[in-house]
Every structure is written in structure tokens, then in C-alpha cells.
């Protein structure tokens, strides 16, 4: 664990401030749901909650039968992360975090078909090996908690990856909301 040097005081209610700079490195935003852990030495441990990470499993099974059935390298990310992937990016972007670019993607809550003359837009922060063909963010009570992706390949982007992808998006959102 890494110490900030940071000291905050819980207040009358119980609260304590996540300082700025912390919220922004992590990645915290408001409203983002926290894990709280404890242990014997007595340290209070929060870490980001991510639903779509609870499911890792389960996504690591839709990639790869969406890599099968398309031949398109395949990922699914929460707001933060590449959670699973299949094809020939997958250990290079497991765990990885989303670029701004796919953050900036997934907050638009549309589709995402590349096309002629778009600019490329990378995968994950600090790589721009594995670009996004199609995205579609995942959806549950009607916040973003994720995306599904194809990555770029030979073969071009048509209707039915579009729809495929709009399918499994929905699907999983509604896994989490059940």
C-alpha cells in the first residue's frame, strides 16, 4: 500500500474526504459506488466497485463466444478497465485501463461504428496497438457501468456486428440490473 502523506478527519456524521488528487488518479467520480475492507491490522481499505468485474467470468465467456461467431478480437471494460477480452489482444489488454478516448465514447451512451476518415481511437491509456471498430456502452438503470468492443481487424464492420454488439450491451446491462 502506498501512503500519501494525506490526513483527514471524519467528521460529526462519519463522513471522511477522499482528497481531489486521489479521486482524480483513481478515477473516482461522484456517485461512483466504494468497497469498504478491513483487517486485522486495523486498516480501512476503499476500493472502486465495479459491477461489470464481478461478472469477469461470465464476460471472459461472451468474448470469446463473440470472437468465434465474428472472428473479431473482442473486449468488454467497465468505466475503468478492460475486465475480459478474447482473440489475439487478450493478454495484452486484460486489466488494462480505458483510454480517455473510450471514456469520452462510452459518456456519449451511443453506438460506435468506425468509418472512413474517423480519427483511430485506442483501447487502452498508453497504447494505441488496439484501436475500437465498434463500441457499445452497457447500460443499467441508466447509468454507464461499461462497453463491449470489436477491435480493429481485416474485416470490415457491418450491421451485424452492430447489432450484435447492441444485443450483448443490453444483455449484460440488464444482468445487472437483475
Not at 74 to 85: G, I, Q
Amino acid at each position: 500500500m502506498k501512503a500519501t502523506g494525506i490526513v483527514r478527519r471524519i467528521d460529526d456524521l462519519g463522513r471522511v474526504v477522499i482528497p481531489k488528487e486521489i479521486r482524480r488518479t483513481m478515477r473516482i467520480r461522484e456517485g461512483d459506488p466504494l468497497e469498504i475492507y478491513t483487517d486485522k491490522d486495523g486498516e480501512v481499505i476503499f476500493k472502486k466497485y465495479s459491477m461489470i468485474g464481478g461478472l469477469a467470468d461470465f464476460a471472459i465467456q461472451i468474448c470469446e463466444a463473440l470472437q468465434k461467431t465474428t472472428g473479431h478480437v473482442t473486449a468488454v471494460t467497465d468505466r475503468d478497465t478492460v475486465v475480459a477480452a478474447a482473440g489475439i489482444a487478450r493478454r495484452e489488454l486484460n486489466g488494462r485501463r480505458v483510454s480517455p478516448e473510450l471514456e469520452q465514447l462510452m459518456e456519449k451512451r451511443q453506438i460506435y461504428l468506425r468509418e472512413e476518415g474517423r480519427p483511430v481511437l485506442p483501447v487502452a491509456e498508453d497504447s494505441d496497438r488496439h484501436c475500437i471498430a465498434a463500441a457499445a456502452p452497457v447500460l443499467a438503470e441508466g447509468d454507464v457501468i461499461g462497453c463491449v468492443l470489436f477491435l480493429d481487424g481485416e474485416r470490415p464492420m457491418g450491421e451485424t456486428e452492430y447489432k450484435l454488439l447492441q444485443t450483448v450491451s443490453s444483455f449484460l446491462g440488464r444482468q445487472m440490473e437483475a
